[in-house]
T-cell receptor, first 113, second 113 residues
Framework: SAVISQKPSRDICQRGTSLTIQCQVD?????MFWYRQQPGQSLTLIAT?????????ESGFVIDKFPISRPNLTFSTLTVSNMSPEDSSIYLC??????????FGSGTRLTVV | GQQLNQSPQSMFIQEGEDVSMNCTSS?????WLWYKQEPGEGPVLLIA?????ELTSNGRLTAQFGITRKDSFLNISASIPSDVGIYFC?????????????FGTGTRLKVLA
């Protein structure tokens, strides 16, 4: 399957700070997706990131809180800004690659204290 | 908005038993995906379904794309302890010029040896 590397794998952050999560794919992809998985819950799409254009955010998610960068076809970042304990979740990036299907990174487990 | 409901929410079964779970929606989908997620990992794609009525197997796993296109089923035969995890369905939704996947509520499977 497509190799997707996410960094960091986990972090504990103070409230009010920001964390940037990186997602690196082993080949070029048009679309990259960012999801949030709150404890014990399903996956909720945050936004879709296309290279060269602004990310498209889902209802309930805004750019000021979750800015996304997509500088090239193999890389994206998601920043969780001004964090509160409610932001404690697993954040996952995913890509849809021909022949590999819709695959996920191993996720970033964020705890906000 | 669209929702995918999975049932059962959780199940405890004996090793060697067969497992059935399903995913239903009030909306029509063109693609169904089934994933398994283990603790500390991202979801791993098990089976992809692209056509109504399609029946696809992956080892001991078999999934079907419902004729109405509003549901899908996953069966696991002769369960083993490593089948433990959370199983998610996902459906593809076309959006303006692109697409996205939404995820079901999940079925948590525990296998008793």
């Amino acid at each position: 399957s497509a190799v997707i590397s996410q960094k960091p794998s986990r972090d504990i952050c103070q409230r009010g700070t920001s964390l940037t999560i990186q997602c690196q794919v082993d080949s070029q992809v048009t679309m990259m997706f960012w999801y949030r998985q709150q404890p014990g819950q399903s996956l909720t799409l945050i936004a879709t990131a296309n290279q060269g254009s602004e990310a498209t955010y889902e209802s309930g998610f805004v750019i000021d809180k979750f800015p996304i960068s997509r500088p090239n076809l193999t890389f994206s970042t998601l920043t969780v800004s001004n964090m509160s304990p409610e932001d404690s979740s697993i954040y996952l990036c995913s890509v849809d690659r021909q022949g590999y299907g819709y695959t996920f990174g191993s996720g970033t487990r964020l705890t906000v204290v | 908005g669209q929702q995918l409901n999975q049932s059962p929410q959780s199940m405890f079964i004996q090793e060697g038993e067969d497992v059935s779970m399903n995913c239903t929606s009030s909306s029509i989908f063109n693609t169904w995906l089934w994933y398994k997620q283990e603790p500390g990992e991202g979801p791993v794609l098990l089976i992809a379904l692209y056509k109504a009525g399609e029946l696809t197997s992956n080892g001991r796993l078999t999934a079907q794309f419902g004729i109405t296109r509003k549901d899908s089923f996953l069966n696991i035969s002769a369960s083993i302890p490593s089948d433990v995890g959370i199983y998610f369905c996902a459906g593809l939704i076309p959006t303006s010029g692109t697409y996205k996947y939404i995820f079901g509520t999940g079925t948590r499977l525990k296998v008793l040896a």
